[in-house]
């Protein structure tokens, strides 16, 4: 290639053999390490492939890459604030990832019998099943007019059926026979429940829900409650894990954030603090 030479350095009984000239200096800090790529002065390790878990097959990716990166340096292309703001992303990124998977992993996953114990807590909440509808939308001035048109009388399945986007709005939003407790699986916590009549406009992480319960019966399915009540207790723990982690880490340091500065659009942005020892919705 015009300037830039790759050399696929091959160590073997610590002699280096290379399909290009490499200079003394280089050779010398490598003949110790298994190199198994380089482009000018950096390096693909095979250690680094080893710890990342780099298929042979990328090695040529990372070189074509990296003799792009180059290229885009020389055409003054790099912004040097950015790239630092990256790499500390990454960073910040793989240690968080690092954390909390060490964490997660003594963490343990509820059984039955203690999600049976957990259901026996509150019988109308997870002993009972219930026929639900929903209408589901990402407006709350729409989830108002519904709500007023329904509370007048308007057909709820006709209604799901034109202006709801959940997922069983073509079937006039039928869930089918559920406990109360299996809502949470919509994004509602369980102090929103809903088990009998009309509910009101409930908010959560998809939009504004409407639901309808129009029948009762005793619960028919035991297991696929314990299922999904298994998996809402665990997220529970590992939530009140990370809110843990999070207020160990903020005990000695400063946390400042200015909302005022944040450029409209960007979301909304809250203080750490403000998530610890509050369930996520």
Do not use: C
């Not at 292309?77 to 997660?104: C, G, P, T």
């Not at 709005?169 to 994004?187: K, P």
């Amino acid at each position: 290639m015009a300037s830039a030479t790759i050399a696929l350095v091959l160590v073997t009984e610590r002699r280096t053999s290379s399909f290009s000239i490499i200079e003394p200096s280089i050779i010398s800090a490598l003949e110790s390490r298994e190199v198994v790529a380089r482009v000018d002065s950096s390096v693909l390790l095979l250690e680094d492939i080893n710890l990342v878990g780099i298929e042979n097959s990328s090695v040529g990716e990372w070189v074509e890459d990296e003799l792009l990166a180059e290229l885009a340096v020389e055409y003054g292309l790099e912004n040097a604030r950015l790239s630092r703001l990256i790499q500390n992303r990454s960073r910040q990124l793989y240690l968080r990832d690092e954390l909390l998977s060490s964490v997660y992993s003594r963490i343990p996953f509820p059984d039955s019998i203690e999600v049976f114990e957990y259901m026996r807590t509150d019988s109308l909440l997870f002993m009972v099943e219930r026929q639900y509808y929903q209408i589901l939308v990402a407006d709350r001035q729409l989830a108002d007019s519904i709500y007023t048109r329904l509370s007048r009388g308007e057909n709820f399945q006709i209604t799901a059926e034109r202006l709801s986007i959940g997922q069983k709005a073509g079937i006039g939003g039928d869930l089918g026979f559920l406990t109360a407790g299996e809502l949470s699986a919509y994004g509602l916590p369980h102090d929103q429940m809903i088990t009998n009549g009309l509910s009101g406009i409930l908010e959560s992480q998809y939009g504004w829900h409407i639901f309808l319960v129009d029948d009762a019966r005793p619960l028919t399915d035991t297991s696929r409650v314990i299922w999904s009540l298994a998996d809402h207790l665990y997220g529970q723990r590992l939530r009140t894990a990370r809110d843990s982690l999070l207020i160990e880490a903020m005990e000695n340091r400063e946390v400042y954030i200015d909302s005022t500065l944040i450029p409209r659009g960007s979301g909304e942005v809250t203080d750490p603090g403000d998530s610890v020892g509050r369930e996520a919705e």
